[in-house]
Structure formats: structure tokens, C-alpha cells
């Protein structure tokens, strides 16, 4: 699978406008409301937001070597104790996301990713170009569901159709 340092940009600029969007729907949210089990994958919205940062703090680890996961997987829906700690770590996520995408290369995309999965109990390796989408798919993913459960709060997440992102935080 070939992907380019432009597509790497592209989405960490969509990841980014994309959680500004949550994080303004979520605001609206009260505490009980954040924390209902509402029958979504990990229950809640909260929960869910801290699954996709925790995601992301992992595969940003395997990809710029920086650190990972502040808490183990079975913890992962934990991983920041406040709606507050959440969003200032998200912002953080996505700036260093965005960065990586900056910095990135198209070498550094070629070949192989190597590493250890805890979950699995095994030595993984996988195509770099794989990994990297997989990051993005699976924040796609799991924002698909925070989507339906702000809708099902009442609440407006905003557009989520890339062709639809802002100018200035596009790729051109």
C-alpha cells in the first residue's frame, strides 16, 4: 500500500477539525450525560473519546517513537478522568499527529512497522502504509459512533464529510 505524506497531512488536518467539532458538541454535554452508558461500543461518550486518544497515543508512539499510553489497554476508556483533562490531551494528540504528518516522509511510509502487541502477547509487523491508514480509519470509525450518540443527546456534531472541511486546513 503506497500513501503519501500529503494523505498523512490531509487527514491529521481532518483528525484535528474533526475533534475541534466533538469537542464542541461534548461541551454542551452535562456530566451525567457524558458518562450514561448509552449501548455504544464502550458505552459511553466518555469512554469513548478516551478509546480513540488512547488509540492514537499508541500508533503515534509505534510511529515517531515519542511516549504512549499513559495507562494499560484494559484501562484505555479511563485514560483522562475529566471531559477538561480530555480536551487539552486531545488538542495535544492532534497537534503532535499533525506535526508527524509534517515531518513525515515518503521512506519513512515505505516498508515495514515493527512492534509488540501487548493485547496479542506477540511480535507484529505490518506495511507502514497499512498502520498509518488503519490510525486514521479507526478515528473515522469510533467518531462515527460519537456522532450517533451526540445526535441521540440532541446535540450537533457538525459536518463530517471531508470534501466539507474548512479552507486553510486542507490539503491542496
Given amino acids: 500500500m503506497t500513501i503519501t505524506p500529503q494523505y498523512c497531512q490531509l487527514m491529521a488536518r481532518y483528525n484535528a477539525w ?3 467539532q466533538l469537542r464542541s458538541a461534548c461541551e454542551k454535554l452535562t456530566e451525567a450525560e457524558l458518562r450514561a452508558d448509552r449501548g455504544a461500543f464502550f458505552g459511553s461518550v466518555m469512554a469513548t473519546l478516551n478509546h480513540i ?3 492514537d497515543t499508541l500508533w503515534m508512539s509505534r510511529f515517531d517513537g515519542g ?3 499513559a495507562v494499560a489497554a484494559k484501562d484505555h476508556a479511563e485514560l483522562c478522568a475529566t471531559f477538561a483533562v480530555w480536551s487539552q490531551e486531545r488538542q495535544r494528540m492532534d497537534q503532535r499527529i499533525m506535526q508527524w504528518a509534517d515531518d513525515v516522509t515518503n521512506e519513512a511510509l515505505e516498508g515495514d ?3 509488540y502487541a501487548q493485547m496479542l502477547d506477540k511480535d507484529m509487523r505490518k506495511p507502514m502504509g497499512l498502520c498509518v ?3 486514521f480509519n479507526h478515528q ?3 467518531r462515527g459512533q460519537l456522532h450517533a450518540l ?3 443527546f440532541g446535540r450537533d456534531p457538525g459536518d463530517t464529510d471531508l470534501v466539507l472541511m474548512p479552507e486553510g486546513t486542507s490539503w491542496h
Fill in 113 to 115: 512497522l515493527q512492534w
Fill in 150 to 152: 451526540l445526535t441521540g
Fill in 53 to 55: 486518544l488512547w488509540g
Fill in 67 to 69: 511516549e504512549g499510553p
Fill in 18 to 20: 474533526q475533534n475541534g
Fill in 133 to 135: 491508514v488503519h490510525l
Fill in 140 to 142: 473515522t470509525h469510533h
